[in-house]
Each structure stands twice: as C-alpha cells, then as structure tokens.
C-alpha cells in the first residue's frame, strides 16, 4: 500500500522547499519530492535558486566584483593592486562550497521540521496519487490530501543554438567555466545575460550580448534602463539591439553566430555561446491520465490567485504558474498555499514583487513603470534624485544611478518606485513595505533616513514627488 501524507511537494525549489517547511510547522505531515542531483552526483535540495541560479550566481558576481574593484577601482582611493590576479578555480569552488552549504541547510531544516525529503521524478496521476521513479529506475506510489505542484522552471532552448554544455551553455554551463572565455557571446540582455555577462566581463573576458528587441530592459522603466545602459556601455559590455540570431555554428575556432540587425546580415565569432533567452514552466512528464490539471499555452499549470488548479486538493506555485519567475514569489505562493491547505488565510499581492537586477549598478523595482501608467490614462506625478547628489555614494565612490517615484497625481499613492545605483536591492524594500501598506509618496517623504546613508535618495526621490527635494533644484 502507498503511504499517505497530508502534503505532498512536488519540487524543491524556493516554492517548494519553503511550501514544506510550513506545511510541517502548522502540524501538517509532509513529503517534498525532487529529482535534482548535484555536482557531486547525491540529491540535492534547493531546486535552480540554490544549485544553479540565484545563490551561485550571486557568489561569482560578489568574486569579480572584488577583483573589478581591485583592479579599478581601488585606485581612486590611493591603493594600488595592479598585478592582481583572479583564480578562476578557487572562485568556483568557492561558489560550490556556498551552494553546499545552503542545500545541506535546506536538509538540515527539513530533518528538524519532520520533512521527508523523497529522491526521485514525480508524475501526478488522479485522486493525488504520486508516483516517483528514483535514480534506478524503481517506481514507488505515495498519496496525499493535498499536493503542491511546485516544479519551477528550465531554460528555453533555441533550435538553432542547442545546449552542448561545452561551446553552447545555459545559466548552469556559464558558473562553471574554468576560465574567463576570451570571447563570450551572450543570447538575450534579460537578467541572466546581464549578471552573467557581467562576471566574465570583469574577469577579463570580451562580452557580446545579442537582445532581439530593439529597446533594452523593456520590463524596467525607461530612465532606469537608460542609465543602466549607459553604465553597462562604459564597463564595456557590447549589447547589440534588435539582433536576432539565425544560427550558431560551432566549429574548431569556437562557435560563428549569424544574425541580423537593423544593417543586414551579420556575423559574430565567439569562443563559449551563454543562451539566456527566458525559461519555460517544468512540466514535461509531470501530469500522468485523467489528473484534470490543467496547463496553459505556454506549459504552466493553470491556477487561479490562490495557485489552485482547480482539482480538489491539487495546488501549484513558483515558476511553473502565471506570474514572474522569481524564487521569492515562489516561496511566498509557496506559504500562501500551506496556510490555506492548514485552514488559514494565504494571499501573495503579485502588484508588489521586487525586481532585482544584480549588475553594477544593480537595477531594482516594483509597481509599474512610467509607460504603463501612462498607457492606462492614471494621472502621475514623478520625482527623481541621482546618488551624484547623495554624500554616501560619493563618499564610496559608487555615483551612477537614481531613484525615481512614481504616484498618483490626485491621492499620491505610490504607483511604482525604480531604482539603479549601488546597493538598490536592498534598497527596494522600503518601497515594496510603503507600497504594500497603500502609502503615499508624502509617507516616505515624512518618514526619517538616516544620515549619511543610500536611503536618502529614496527620501529625496519622494520629496521630489512634490518639487521640494532639499538637495537638488525642483
Ligand atoms: P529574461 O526573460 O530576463 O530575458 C531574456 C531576454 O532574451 C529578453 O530580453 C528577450 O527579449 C531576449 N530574447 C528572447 N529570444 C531571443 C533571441 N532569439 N535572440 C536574442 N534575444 C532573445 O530571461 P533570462 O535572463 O533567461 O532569465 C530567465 C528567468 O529567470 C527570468 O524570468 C528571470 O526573472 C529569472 N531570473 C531572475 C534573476 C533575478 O531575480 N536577479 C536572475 C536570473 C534569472
């Protein structure tokens, strides 16, 4: 007989992991299921976010980062560190160890809140029976009262620039190179193409980013896109625009891009290829016969706002379902659901989640941008205020970038808030906090920064909502 559970997770990721852990402290009896194996070949928990993406990629930007800054811009603060050197091998197994470090932790924390961690492929079938193949191939059913789909998201493959995991490498490939690639052509200025595209860029590698729209960071609002453009120009970053990439040929000399641009046809050569063009739900071979789940065009699990399939007891949340792909989304649907499968109110307001760009500058937002309250006829006021302008970014040497506010022209509710200068991912989060409690651009303009610190471009970014910004002209 199958073993039943109150909860089954299907996933391991940010969504999953964290759907688990509150499903077991409201009492819940719990299994999460994941067939994601390590570098060192064992299961490993944690899903991309913590094995391949947002913890990995975070160590290696934080490396070249002290080895840009060593070598850049340490200067303009009287040190001098001209023939330092970057060993690539010591930053990536500094970056595995970090990644082991926070999966072991993800097993640690579900041995203490009486998780049961399941290796192995789940496919749902009718009435939540969940079947998981394991490593060797043997198929083991399990039920529950209720399952939480929770498979995240893989990278999209282009048909013409296929994963060889040698030339041609997706966001995994590009943690691992053993060294910066001489030249590195990149598919896609979305987030993964910038922040990667940034950690080889500063180790000394020549970056090419194709972006097949013509405008950059289409999501962001446009003067944060712009400024960030501009810095990204500076740094040396090649993003060509409106370039769409016919093929990729990898040959003895590395690969040879063809595509074209606004000119014609083009040609690019490069020595590694990172394909960074979006990532799809990870739904293939998920649902088995008659589940009544159902997926979209697009392969995500329908769900309506409170991620229910619709299916009695059969939930689902993160990257596999409407909304961004983001692993703190994810693990906010995540708890949502565990509170209302325990009986509780769960609810995630998708109108307040933070973007974060990790780039340097970094870019972070949330709420709408300047285009689309503009395109939904809402009267607005804006406000801006640049880090130029701020004595603790002088002070640090890190000028580049603004705040900008966006509320609304009669009540003054903020709409929206963007941000690009240093350190604005930590920032943001006073943005997101007044947004979720429906404050007004006045609230953050009477509310008090300390001095001297980043926080005051926010400050002066909302006073400027109203003209009367004390350290710039209105
Ligand atoms: P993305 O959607 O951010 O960017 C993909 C880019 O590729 C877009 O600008 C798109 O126009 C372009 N593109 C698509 N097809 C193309 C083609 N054929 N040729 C040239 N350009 C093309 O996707 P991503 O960077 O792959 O990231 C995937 C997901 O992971 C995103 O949803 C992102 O939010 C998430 N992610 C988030 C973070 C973070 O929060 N900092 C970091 C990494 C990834």
Redesign the pocket.
């Known amino acids: 007989m199958s073993e039943k559970y109150d909860v089954i997770i299907i996933g391991a990721g940010p969504a999953g992991y964290v759907a688990a852990i509150r499903a077991a402290q409201l009492g819940l009896k719990t299994a999460c299921i994941d067939d994601f194996v390590g570098k060192d070949g064992k299961p490993a928990l944690g899903g991309t976010c913590l094995n391949v993406?947002?913890i990995p990629?975070k160590a290696l930007l934080d490396s070249s980062k002290q080895f840009h800054n060593l070598t850049h811009a340490f200067e303009a603060h009287g040190i001098s560190a001209k023939d330092a050197k970057m060993d690539v091998g010591t930053m990536v197994g500094r970056k595995d160890k970090i990644v082991k470090q926070f999966t072991g932790g993800i097993t640690s924390l579900f041995k203490a809140n009486k998780v049961t961690a399941i290796a192995g492929f789940a496919t749902l079938n009718a009435d939540r029976v969940v079947s998981v193949k394991d490593a060797e191939g043997k198929s083991t059913d399990y039920t529950a009262t209720n399952v939480i789909i929770a498979t995240g998201?893989v990278?999209i493959e282009?048909p013409f620039a296929k994963f060889d995991g040698k030339h041609i490498v997706d966001?995994a490939g590009a943690l691992d190179f053993s060294a910066p690639p001489k030249r590195l052509g990149v598919?896609?200025?979305?987030?993964?193409?910038l922040?990667l595209g940034s950690v080889w860029k500063r180790l000394g590698s020549e970056v090419t980013i194709?972006?097949?729209?013509p405008d950059f960071l289409?999501a962001a609002d446009a003067d944060i896109a712009k400024v960030a453009a501009r810095e990204f120009k500076k740094q040396g970053l090649d993003i060509r625009l409106g370039?769409?990439?016919g093929k990729a040929e990898v040959g003895k000399k590395g690969v040879t891009l063809t595509y074209t641009d606004a000119k014609g046809e083009q040609t690019l050569e490069v020595d590694k290829l990172l394909v960074?063009?979006?990532?799809r739900a990870a739904t293939k071979g998920l649902l088995g016969d008659n589940t009544g789940v159902k997926l979209d065009d697009r392969g995500r699990v329908e769900v309506d706002e409170h991620n229910w399939t619709g299916v009695e007891g059969v939930w689902a949340a993160g990257d596999c379902v409407r909304g961004?792909?983001?692993?703190h989304k994810g693990s906010e649907e995540g708890i949502a659901v565990a509170e209302l499968i325990a009986g509780k109110a769960g609810h995630v307001n998708l109108d307040t989640i933070p973007?974060?760009?990790?780039t340097e500058p970094e870019l972070a937002w949330v709420g709408q941008t300047e285009a689309q309250v503009k395109e939904a006829g809402i009267p607005y006021k804006t406000g801006s205020f640049p880090f130029a302008a701020i004595g603790r970014a002088v002070a640090m040497n890190e000028t580049a970038g603004q705040v900008k506010v966006i509320a609304h022209a009669e009540t003054d509710r903020i709409l929206g808030v963007h941000m690009v200068g240093p350190v604005v991912s930590e920032l943001i989060a006073e943005a997101v906090v007044t947004m979720e409690f429906k404050g007004s651009a006045e609230d953050l303009a009477r509310i008090v920064h300390a001095h001297p610190t980043l926080s005051e471009a926010v400050h002066e970014a909302a006073l400027a909502v109203d003209k009367r910004a004390i350290h710039k002209a209105n």
């Open positions: 993406g947002c990629s998201s990278p282009l966001n598919i896609g200025a979305g987030v993964i193409g922040e194709l972006e097949a729209l289409a370039a769409k990439l960074a063009v979006g990532r961004p792909m983001l692993a973007w974060v760009i990790y």
